[in-house]
Every structure is written in structure tokens, then in C-alpha cells.
């Protein structure tokens, strides 16, 4: 969640970093704060806890500026929010340095440094960092070779931006397991961990590769790769604009956000899992303690996020932790039974939603061991009143009806739920089996969204029906709700989920010819229970629409089915949620609803 921004130029880049951390705020932080090398070849910091607004706050009251920069946002991880933990981190006055990532070995290169005598002043795993470059610096060498000699000593994840006042031409930075970008200019250049924070000044991009290591200078920029070898990286165009909101080349937003969702889903899991690990610190200084103390899960929350927390139920239990899910508009109004031992845990995207953070501030005077939200906007209610916040990176989603929100909250729950795991047994090859499956994600929904003109095709059956129902068994029964929302609330169908087993318990009556069910049919232990009830369906008349796995054979007659290739178990639920997306979208469009703005509805629900 934390930001990087840097910038080299002729001019004063005060400005230029100031406005990166502002289009970083989404990521969530709680401390922020830039170094600058100024005329008088020295550098000067300053930080603030808080938000970029009170360090600029401190800023109009102070005379800095220079032309080459650092800045950063921090979460916080190792050492609370304060002043002294917040980035850059300094050792004397011979480097400054910014840092995303974790350093898992810092306890004992603290240790070491210690005894050659460095002072440290933050708690953070940060500092020890730049204590190795100064002692690097010390023994006469230029600062790329401090920073790839510092780089060896350091177990963990890192993206990283090194400035010195004694070389005012350049700033030295590397990336492994976190991202960084730089942004090419005329006469200047930068450097950011998101794009978007430097798309005021650039459109030109070089992105990093794992381990390499860049000089950035005005003039130029230089690349290495891991092994030491000047190396080429294609400078690419983005195709982003620097204004938040922007349809861009799609008819929707709702559209474009569906189709972000690979993107998205691989900025949420940055940063926090590498070589098969899961980055535990990435949630925040407090998570470890409030996990190790979790025996049970109380979920609360409203609409689309209601569904992510019941898929992370089905996953919590079979991991051994139990876990409990309400609507937060009932839970705030009944007498509850606190299990001893329980962490509350809170989803919702804009984190102002009123029911929900009615029920936060009620458990909290519940007897919960503490509080846990999922969230995609940093500066919410729910995460100023939350003991840990999980972000999603989803970015500003404007469509009302929710797409790449749900798909992020439900790779921070399978974090999430990866955390608990490990205290219940789970063992270092089934962590990584986990961590494999996440990082194949972005690939498995870029493959499922090419089915997006076929799934226009299906759509065409659809645009002419007034109801449908949505099937499925476990995991895939909340993605059934999570689809039949979604129909309903951009298209105006009367759209229903059940339990596919629930079938023959009443909604089988509503079953003809002109009644269209969906469903999915991942190759997973419930696959034949599934297709017997869909037999039900078939010999009442249903018209089916099916998503299913390739290597699922389907023993029924008059369908309409499109296959999803190489889908991990795992997280299939994550990905058979993009088809239900795209059905929803295109049978709206075909209506000729308003798709972004339904009809009575909101993005952020903010009265109960």
C-alpha cells in the first residue's frame, strides 16, 4: 500500500512528487513525507503523520526545494505511525532512501550495524537499509555500487530510490517483489511505484524487471539486470489518462472496470506474497498479535460485499477457522453472542457504508478481540475506526454495480484467510500451492476476458426475459448471488440464486421455457451434484447458460456453454466471476439501460 515517487529535473520537483503522492493516496497510507537535495547541496526532509494534506500543510510553512527528490506514503508495518517511522529514512547526512516491501532479515542486519556503531531512530526495517548505505558510501563507493552491494545482505521484498547529496546527478533505484516504473521525460526523469502518479508529466514508461537496478539521471537512464549487465527495457506508451475518470476507449465505465481486473488484481497481491510466500507484515503492525489470538471470524457487511465474505466463510472453514456472516442491517439490531476469541472483520468498498459502520462501532463494545476491514478507499470511516485495514487496490470504480471492487475484496480475503491458515498447520508446500494460485490470477482473468464478444452472442438470449435463476454449491453459491445482482441491478431482470441443491425445494415451480438459468460448473467434488440438478432444469423446459471448466463433460441436451481453460481450484470462484460480469453488462446493453447509473441506486450507501 505504500507509494514511491522521485523526480530529477532542472526545475524544483517539489511540486512534481507532492502531486504523485496525492494520486497514491488511493493505495492507502497513515504517514508521508519527501527529501529533497537543495542548492546548498544538502538534503532536506520533511514528514508528517497523517495525510499528504498536512505535509503539505507543513511545506507552505518551510523553504524547500531542489531539483533531484524522493517521497513516499507509508502503511505502516514494522513500528507504529509516527514521525520518526514515516519515509524517507536517512542515516547522517549521506543518503536518503524511500522503500515498499518487507526486509525480513532486518533484525539481524539492525544487530550488525548496531555494533559498527549506526544509531538507529525508527523502529522500521526500513532504516537499516540506509545505515548499510552509508557504510558502503564510507569505504568510497558511488552510490549504484552501495546499492547493489546493499542489495545482496537483504532477504525479502523491496522496491527502493537512493539519493546523495554528494551526487547530484543522479538517483539509483532497484525493485525485487515490489514494483517501480520510471517515467522518461525531456530533460527529466522519474520514478514512481504506480504509473499513475506520473502521468502529469509523463506518458513514456520503462517498467523494471525483478531484480534489476536503474541510474536516473536528466539526460538519460541507465539499466542492469540482476547479474550486473547493462540492459534495454522497452520504453512503453500508457494509454491512461491523467484524469481519474475517463471511459477511455470503452462505451462504459462499468465496462472498463470489468476490463482492468487483471491489472487491479495483480496490484492487490503486490508487495504482499514472494517466492511462494505470504508477506505477512504487508498487513500492518498490528495484524500479526490480533491474528495470533483469532480462533473465530465474525463477517459483517452489505450487498456485493456480503457475497465476498460468504465465499471467505466456505474458505476460512476449510482451513479449520470457524467464521459467522451477516448482513450488517440485521446484525446492528439483534442481541449477538460473542465466541471468545473473535476477530470482527468488516468488507465494504467505499468504507463509508452506514450499516456497517454502524455494526464496527457496535461490536466494538462487544468483547471482539479486534477489528479487521477490507477496503478500497484509505481515507474511509471504516479504516480511521478499524484496528487493521486490508486495502484493495482496486482504484476509483465509478460504475455503481461493482466488478473489479469484488474481485479484489476476494483476493485480500484468500490473504487474509492465508494468514489464519498458517496458525492452523497449513504447510510451507500448500502456502506456496496458495501463493502460485494468486499469482496466476491475472493471467487466468486476461484468458476469460476474450470471451467477451461470445458472451455478447449468449447475451442475445437474454434481452427479451423478465427472470432468471442462478445455481451453484459451495463457493460458487455466493458467485450464483453475486451474479443474480448483477443482472438485476444493471438490467432490471428479476434475477434469484439458490443453492443448486434447493432446487427441487420451490424454485423448481418457477422452471419453463422461458425461464433462463445460469450456472457454473467448475471441475470440483460438487460437479455431479450439480449436473443432476441441472437435469432437473432440462426437463422442464430451463434454457441453461453455462460456464464450465474444459474438461468438465456436460451429459444434457440443449444448452448454450462456453469452456474457462486452466482454472486453479483454489481460486476458480475469483475467475468463473468475470462471465457473470460480462453476461450481466452485455444483456443490459442490449436492454438499453443506464449502465453505469441504474436506477435508484448508489455507489456509497451512506444512510441506513
Not at 471511459?247 to 503486490?270: C, D, N, S
Not at 486452466?566 to 457473470?580: E, R, S
Request: glycine letters at 8%.
Amino acid at each position: 500500500m505504500c507509494g514511491i515517487v522521485g523526480a530529477i529535473a532542472e526545475r524544483n520537483v517539489v511540486p512534481v512528487l507532492m502531486e504523485g503522492l496525492r494520486r497514491l493516496e488511493y493505495r492507502g497510507y497513515d504517514s508521508a513525507g519527501l527529501a529533497v537535495r537543495n542548492a546548498s547541496a544538502r538534503l532536506q526532509r520533511i514528514r508528517s503523520v497523517g495525510k499528504v494534506a498536512e505535509l503539505q500543510h507543513m511545506l507552505d510553512g518551510a523553504s524547500v526545494e531542489g531539483p533531484l527528490g524522493i517521497a513516499h506514503t507509508r502503511w505502516a508495518t514494522h513500528g507504529m505511525p509516527a514521525e520518526r517511522n514515516a519515509h524517507p529514512h536517512m542515516s547522517g547526512e549521506q543518503v536518503a532512501i524511500v522503500h515498499n516491501g518487507i526486509i525480513e532479515n532486518h533484525a539481524e542486519l539492525r544487530a550488525d550495524l548496531q555494533a559498527q556503531g549506526f544509531a538507529f531512530s525508527s523502529d522500521t526495517d526500513t532504516e537499516v537499509i540506509a545505515h548499510l548505505l552509508a557504510g558502503l558510501l564510507g569505504q568510497g563507493q558511488g552510490i549504484c555500487e552501495a546499492t547493489r552491494s546493499a542489495i545482496s545482505r537483504l532477504v525479502g521484498a523491496y522496491a527502493l530510490a537512493v539519493i546523495s547529496p554528494d551526487d547530484p546527478e543522479r538517483m539509483v533505484v532497484t525493485r525485487a517483489g515490489s514494483p517501480l516504473v520510471i517515467g522518461v521525460g525531456v530533460g527529466e526523469n522519474f520514478i514512481a511505484s504506480d504509473v499513475f502518479a506520473l502521468l502529469p508529466v509523463t506518458q513514456q514508461f520503462i517498467f523494471l524487471e525483478e531484480g534489476d537496478i536503474a541510474e536516473i539521471r536528466r539526460d538519460g537512464i541507465t539499466v542492469f539486470d540482476a547479474e550486473g549487465n547493462p540492459v534495454e527495457r522497452e520504453i512503453r506508451t500508457s494509454q491512461l489518462s491523467s484524469a481519474n475518470a475517463e471511459k477511455g476507449q470503452y462505451r462504459h465505465f462499468m465496462l472498463k472496470e470489468i476490463f482492468e481486473q487483471p491489472g487491479v488484481i495483480a496490484e492487490t497481491l503486490e508487495g504482499r506474497i514472494h517466492k511462494g510466500r505470504l508477506l505477512e507484515q504487508s498487513f500492518g503492525h498490528v495484524a500479526q498479535e490480533l491474528f495470533d489470538r483469532t480462533r473465530a471470524v465474525q463477517i459483517i457487511a452489505c450487498g456485493t460485499s456480503y457475497h465476498a465474505g460468504l465465499v471467505a466463510r466456505y474458505w476460512l472453514e476449510e482451513a479449520g477457522i470457524p467464521c459467522q456472516i451477516e448482513v450488517a442491517s440485521e446484525f446492528r439490531y439483534r442481541k449477538t453472542v460473542v465466541q471468545p476469541d473473535t476477530l470482527f472483520v468488516t468488507i465494504s468498498q467505499s468504507g463509508e457504508t452506514a450499516d456497517t459502520l454502524a455494526a464496527l462501532r457496535a461490536a466494538k463494545r462487544a468483547g471482539y478481540i479486534g477489528s479487521l476491514v477490507v477496503c478500497n478507499v484509505p481515507e474511509s470511516s471504516l479504516v480511521r475506526e478499524s484496528d487493521v485495514a486490508l486495502m484493495t487496490r482496486a482504484g476509483p470504480e465509478i460504475g455503481v454495480a461493482s466488478t473489479k471492487a469484488f474481485t479484489t475484496q476476494l483476493v485480500a480475503l484468500r490473504l487474509f484467510t492465508l494468514a489464519l491458515a498458517k496458525r492452523r498447520g497449513l504447510s510451507a508446500a500448500e502456502e506456496r500451492e496458495w501463493v502460485e494460485e494468486l499469482q496466476a490470477l491475472p493471467r487466468q482473468v486476461e484468458v476469460v476476458l476474450k470471451l467477451s464478444d461470445a458472451i455478447e452472442q449468449m447475451a442475445q438470449s437474454f434481452a427479451d426475459k423478465h427472470n432468471a435463476l442462478f445455481l451453484g454449491r459451495g463457493t460458487f453459491y455466493p458467485i450464483a448471488l453475486e451474479g443474480a445482482l448483477k443482472l438485476k441491478e444493471i438490467s432490471y431482470i428479476h434475477a434469484e440464486a439458490y443453492p443448486a441443491g434447493e432446487l427441487k425445494h420451490g424454485p423448481l415451480a418457477l422452471v419453463d421455457e422461458r425461464m433462463p438459468v445460469v450456472c457454473a460448473l467448475p471441475d470440483d467434488p460438487l460437479l455431479e451434484k450439480v449436473l443432476s440438478n441441472l437435469q432437473e432444469v432440462r426437463a422442464r423446459g430451463g434454457e441453461l447458460f453455462l460456464f464450465s471448466d474444459k474438461k468438465v463433460h456436460i451429459p444434457l441436451d440443449r444448452y448454450q456453454n462456453l469452456t474457462l481453460d486452466d482454472i486453479c481450484p483454489g481460486t476458480a470462484p475469483i475467475v468463473y466471476t468475470i462471465p457473470l460480469q460480462l453476461l450481466s453488462y452485455h444483456v443490459a446493453v442490449l436492454k438499453g439501460t443506464d449502465v453505469d447509473q441504474p436506477r435508484n441506486l448508489a455507489k456509497s450507501v451512506t444512510v441506513e
